[in-house]
């Protein structure tokens, strides 16, 4: 059974940084896209940011520039770097794998981790 071990979140104050790891237990990480989603409190899940196998990223509006997806092949993980973090990224954020740009559907999750930003 595959896995996504979810590691990195935590509190951190507006302005600060954090980065989010996906370890995967997938032996064609490879070739598949990774991606990190969210659920803001009261709200429903949103994508983030998708990578393809290429390394191609997709975000959401207004996170391109704050937020970097990346990831490693040889390591397994794909990364969220989130960077100038404002209250309103606060959410349980979710990784995914396998996901298709066009639909932003993924077809395996891992846990999620909650990140909290105080103001």
């Known amino acids: 059974q595959v896995q996504l071990v979810v590691s990195g979140g935590g509190l951190v104050q507006a302005g600060g940084s954090l980065r989010l790891s996906c370890a995967a237990s997938l032996r064609t990480f490879y070739s598949v896209s990774m991606g990190w989603y969210r659920q803001p409190p009261g709200k429903e899940r949103e994508m983030v940011a998708i990578i393809t196998v290429n390394g191609d990223a997709y975000y959401a509006d207004g996170l391109k520039g704050r937020f970097t997806i990346s990831r490693d092949n040889d390591k397994n993980t794909a990364y969220l770097q989130m960077n100038s973090l404002k209250p309103e990224n606060m959410a349980v954020y979710f990784c995914?794998?396998?996901?298709?740009?066009?639909?932003?559907?993924?077809?395996?999750w891992g846990q999620g981790t909650l990140v909290t930003v105080s103001s």
């Open positions: 995914a794998a396998d996901c298709a740009i066009a639909t932003q559907y993924c077809d395996i």
